[in-house]
């Protein structure tokens, strides 16, 4: 019996000392990874805060904490192979740490690169269009490679459990079920997905056009693989669903370039002079700051037994100022109508018959 003691007392000392030893050798081999990596990365902030470009630093601030986890993963695999009870427990779970840490790396190289492309890609310039073209590429092709980076790390770690891996097999034999299945389950994911490519390809929209959905104006603000965001201009947000900018109309503003044309409707007496009007407009928008010098015109668009329908054409180099440019002649105009020309302003006509009473000119 005292043997049975002793032999068992020598087992659990023997394990001990042997997770003691695993224990300390892990650590060992973890702290000396996280002092590496942190010498590495400080001499790389050095050298990326010595340059002018902002892409380095942004690739230094990506990659710091996913290569710290792979460094230290690397070091627990290095230090398992001279340790037995190590390098099992490391198996254990090297088939979910090994794709993940891939990923992460995978998707803040990606997020990094996409980053640095936008510093190029400046859309606060006035002639934003090309800017706006890229923003637009590198928003929807950043979010499907998110994707796909998500959904194949994914992937990976679960082909990692025997269990799932052993259903993945069954599946496999009875292909033809199993596509249908899938492409039932996954066809909102993947017309998602689709309309995406198809947006970024034809690039009906783009980050910050000017565009009026559902009778709201306002500026493409975000655009996702399943919705795009659009910034009305009293700061509220509107949700559309990605597939209506492929499937329905919508009014873009700036598809081509950013310039617009705008108009002022002044409804003046059909015995107004018109000549007049048009000679206190001209000097108004010539000398406006806003206007931007390209077209400028006072027409008689409309007439009727009452009024006349004059239309003060202009032009600005975007549309929001092309809103303050009409709102600013609008104003001087009607001002200058008042003080100036109060007989333009449109009136009803009527006439006495018979001296008994009033008619009222027919419309």
């Not at 693989?225 to 499937?247: G, M, N, S």
């Amino acid at each position: 019996m005292e043997n049975w003691f002793e032999r068992m007392r020598g087992l659990v000392t023997s394990d001990w000392e042997a997770i003691g030893a695993a224990a300390l050798a892990a650590g060992i081999a973890v702290a000396i990874a996280l002092v590496a990596h942190r010498l590495v990365f400080r001499a790389l902030r050095r050298v990326s805060r010595s340059s002018e470009s902002e892409a380095d630093d942004i690739v230094v601030r990506e990659l710091v904490s996913p290569t710290r986890w792979a460094v230290v993963a690397l070091a627990l695999v290095l230090s398992a192979r001279a340790m037995p009870l190590l390098d099992s427990a490391w198996q254990a779970v090297a088939g979910f740490v090994v794709p993940a840490l891939i990923g992460w790396i995978a998707l803040s190289i990606m997020q990094a690169t996409v980053k640095a492309l936008e510093l190029r890609a400046d859309i606060t310039v006035a002639d934003n269009l090309e800017a706006r073209r890229r923003r637009t590429r590198l928003a929807i092709f950043s979010r499907i490679g998110t994707f796909a980076i998500v959904f194949v790390t994914i992937g990976l770690m679960l082909l990692s459990i025997p269990g799932i891996r052993d259903i993945g097999v069954t599946l496999m034999a009875s292909a033809g079920l199993a596509a249908l299945a899938v492409g039932a389950a996954a066809q909102p994911a993947l017309k998602a997905l689709i309309g995406g490519l198809q947006m970024a390809l034809t690039e009906p929209i783009r980050i910050d056009d000017v565009v009026i959905m559902d009778g709201e104006w306002g500026r493409i603000e975000d655009i996702r693989t399943t919705y795009v965001v659009v910034r009305i201009w009293d700061e509220r947000r509107l949700i559309v669903p990605a597939h209506k900018f492929l499937e329905e109309s919508f009014q873009n503003w700036t598809r081509s370039d950013s310039q617009l044309l705008g108009t002022v409707f002044l409804h003046l007496d059909p015995m107004a002079q018109v000549d007049q009007v048009r000679a206190r407009y001209e000097e108004l928008i010539t000398a406006h700051p806003l206007w931007d010098g390209r077209v400028q015109a006072v027409q008689v668009t409309d007439t009727a037994p009452d009024y006349m329908e004059v239309r003060l054409l202009m032009s600005a180099k975007d549309a929001g100022t092309a809103f303050d440019l009409r709102c600013d002649i609008r104003e001087a105009m009607m001002a200058f109508i008042r003080d100036e020309m109060p007989e333009a302003v449109a009136r009803r006509r009527v006439e006495p018959i018979d001296g008994d009473g009033l008619d009222v000119l027919p419309d």
